[in-house]
């Protein structure tokens, strides 16, 4: 398989996740998920080098990315989950106002 394949898609999926990030700027459950997208598509780059070159080391570090990916998106929620309990809301304009 051609390495431009690879490349298109991350492309793709990397510009949906930067749409996503300017687009809607007031959700901030809409901006974990963009940035996740943002993060998958550095993941199927370095696959698809690691592919191309025959070299596992890109696959093993998007493994690594993933697990970090996944502990990010968990501590995220869990804070998003305790801040829309204490204030009632999850937008990015309540978020402005918090203390400290």
Do not use: P, W
Not at 14 to 20: A, P, Q, R, T, V
Not at 52 to 72: K, M, P, R, T
Not at 76 to 94: H, N, Q
């Amino acid at each position: 398989m051609n390495i431009f394949y690879y490349l298109a898609l991350s492309s793709c999926v990397f510009s949906i996740g930067l749409i996503g990030l300017f687009i809607n700027r007031k959700n901030i459950i809409t901006i974990l998920m963009s940035i996740e997208l943002m993060l998958l598509a550095v993941n199927i780059n370095f696959i698809g080098f690691s592919y191309h070159l025959n070299d596992l080391s890109g696959q093993i570090f998007s493994l690594f990315i993933l697990v970090v990916a996944a502990a990010e998106a968990a501590v995220g929620l869990a804070i998003l989950t305790i801040y829309f309990r204490k204030s009632g809301s999850i937008s990015v304009d309540s978020l402005n106002k918090m203390k400290g």
